[in-house]
């Protein structure tokens, strides 16, 4: 089958248009040999919040793989394969112990890294346990978010910590999951597109962010050196507003405030949230969320999110089908462009820059894993990461005509993102 559909340049064509190609495997497809699946293996990713690690285990889906995470009574936190060696049964139904787990079917204990320490029904001679390790992953706990290392063991890198993890003056906080049932490259590609702000989230649904938001904005991508950011740039008044939002590679993605108005000049803020698009299977996907909460700004506060129902707009399926209907958000959006986006039926236009831009380097990353190096945004030490998301108020006057000040709104993001390039502000702060 072909992999793009034909360009339908007569009316009444659909005829032309009834195949549906395929998907493209090689950047959606996550599961375990797949070059996708084993490009985001070589990051850490999150699996799920610390609290809901409580007296019973938990099954989930990672990368396509079944599993079960747990705390045992040593605070020790287990990543297994779900399904016990000995039979198959689910550990989701097994008894977490003092250390470890137990299989609910014969007894059988296993270790947070997949030590078997015993085998009740088997005789007192047997060696089967001394010989056999059940399938455990590595984890990694931080403000309150539980990561995993799923990738080949001698490749491990450092856990890493991104710049906007310990900001002087700011509190990191887990927030809220949501599952989108479709492939997790669609809800990525969203971060990239900003006009959907001023088009879904103001025309469409009424002003859901501040009404700045429903301005089109100048749009420009940069490369950066972890992923991609967009620079959205508004006028408003004497001021140039602009908005830097990233992807950090693989699937981490950065949002700036979406109460910034642009109407009092501030230097770089940092992102409101760092969201995870972990991929459960090719076509569902959990978001999973740290909130930066400044402990000065009132507006930073967990009240704020509350206030809101806590939830961005739009982040979940509505109530019903004709509310879905009525005041569609991004669920909807990205949710019904199929459970996999099939790109061969895509047509491009300027402002999706940013889309193909971050394929390719999803693509060349895949590539690179493929042909046994790093690919970009892994780091092998520990150090601190720098990453670029924010928004920026800089007063500087309208030019002349509409047509040079769109040109003055671009360059001044230019320039604005080039410098934060050179010198990562949150760098300097961390320093
Ligand atoms: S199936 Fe788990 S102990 Fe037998
Ligand atoms: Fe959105």
Request: charge should be negative; charged fraction near 25%; proline fraction near 8%.
């Amino acid at each position: 089958m072909a992999t793009r559909a034909p360009f339908l340049k007569a009316r009444y064509s659909g005829y032309h248009h009834r195949q549906v190609p395929r998907e493209d495997a090689e950047l959606t497809h996550v599961g375990p040999g797949s070059p996708c699946g084993e490009y985001m293996r070589r990051f850490w990713q999150p699996i799920c919040y610390s609290d809901e690690l409580k007296d019973l285990p938990v099954a989930l889906k990672i990368l396509g793989e079944e599993l079960v995470v747990f705390r045992d009574g040593s605070g020790a936190v287990g990543l297994l394969e779900r399904h016990c060696p000995h039979r198959g049964t689910s550990l989701e139904f097994g008894l977490v112990g003092a250390k470890g787990i137990r299989c609910c079917y014969h007894g059988w204990l296993f270790d947070v890294d997949g030590t078997i320490l015993e085998t009740p029904g088997e005789p007192a001679t047997s060696t089967l346990k001394d010989r056999l390790c059940h399938g455990a992953y590595p984890v990694h706990e931080t403000h309150g978010m539980v990561f995993a290392y799923m990738g080949p063991p001698d490749r491990m890198p450092a856990f890493p910590t991104y710049d906007t993890f310990d900001r002087p003056g700011y509190r990191m906080i887990p927030g809220q999951k949501y599952f989108y049932p479709c492939n997790w490259l669609q809800i990525l590609e969203n971060t990239m597109d900003a006009v959907h702000t001023a088009f879904l989230h103001t025309i469409v649904s009424g002003a859901v962010f501040t009404d700045e938001f429903g301005v089109l904005p100048e749009l420009e991508f940069a490369e950066t050196p972890v992923g991609i950011i967009y620079i959205a740039t508004r006028r408003v008044g004497d001021n140039i507003w602009a908005r830097m939002v990233e992807n950090v590679l693989p699937n981490l993605q950065q949002v700036a405030p979406i109460w910034e108005n642009g109407q009092q000049a501030h230097p770089f803020s940092g992102p409101m949230m760092s969201r995870w698009i972990v991929p459960l299977d090719d076509t569902n996907t959990m978001l999973i969320e740290f909130r930066h909460i400044s402990e000065t700004e009132g507006v930073v506060t967990p009240d704020w999110w509350a206030d809101r129902g806590i939830m961005l707009p739009g982040q979940l399926g509505a109530d019903s089908y004709e509310e879905s209907q009525r005041r569609p958000g991004d669920f909807e959006a990205q949710v019904s462009q199929r459970p996999v986006a099939v790109h061969g039926l895509e047509h491009l236009g300027t402002t999706d820059r940013g889309i193909t831009m971050f394929r390719n380097q999803v693509r060349k990353g895949i590539r690179a894993v493929k042909e046994g190096s790093d690919p970009v945004g892994l780091f092998r030490d520990s150090s601190v990461i720098p990453t670029y998301c924010n928004d920026t108020v800089v007063r500087v006057p309208p030019a002349k005509t509409p047509e040079l000040d769109k040109k003055l709104l671009r360059e001044t993001g230019r320039r604005l993102a080039q410098g934060y390039i050179e010198a990562p502000p949150l760098m300097a702060a961390a320093e």
